[in-house]
């Protein structure tokens, strides 16, 4: 019954504008909110299929989520606490990765995770999808999203002009 509704005001002509008008604005001036907000805004002009945000505290896809970007959030956590409480955001696709992984060192190797999760996931299909990956250097400290980076499915290393 919840699901019949919800599917019926998101499929309302007059859903994504009214979305888009009164969406939550950033309130706490952190450079994580600014990330946010341009990962929504890259991901809505390049039309990528999803978000992606490697989280340990799940800060960075809760807020996410409170923006209502129109694009799924994949949210990759080394924390299993962390993606059951994200469980419960909308629109977040929480993952757990243990950290053994993730090279936390080499951020290609992240995008690379990213990758294959979203694959995996179903939020990318094709190897010309773009993903959109946001994350936080030191990896680890909350609060410390200060990267966006817009990656093909296929990986960090592929590239068409088309794109």
Excluded at 116 to 123: A, C, V
């Amino acid at each position: 019954m919840q699901q019949r509704i919800i599917n019926r005001v998101e499929g309302d002509k007059h859903y994504a504008t009214y979305l888009r008008n009164n969406r939550p604005k950033i309130t706490d001036g952190s450079s994580a909110s600014a990330i946010i907000l341009a990962a929504r805004m890259i991901a809505r002009n390049v039309n990528a299929k999803c978000i992606a945000s490697f989280t340990v505290g799940g800060d960075t896809a809760r807020k996410a989520s409170m923006k209502r970007p129109e694009q799924p959030i994949l949210a990759i956590s080394p924390m299993t606490e962390t993606c059951r409480h994200l469980a419960m955001s909308w629109g977040v696709y929480p993952h757990y990765c243990p950290e053994e992984n993730i090279n936390v060192d080499n951020f290609r190797d992240m995008l690379w995770v990213a990758c294959e999760i979203g694959k995996e996931k179903g939020l990318v299909s094709d190897d010309t999808d773009l993903l959109v990956v946001t994350a936080g250097f030191p990896f680890g400290t909350p609060g410390a999203a200060n990267i966006i980076r817009v990656i093909p499915a296929a990986g960090p290393t592929y590239w068409d002009a088309t794109l």
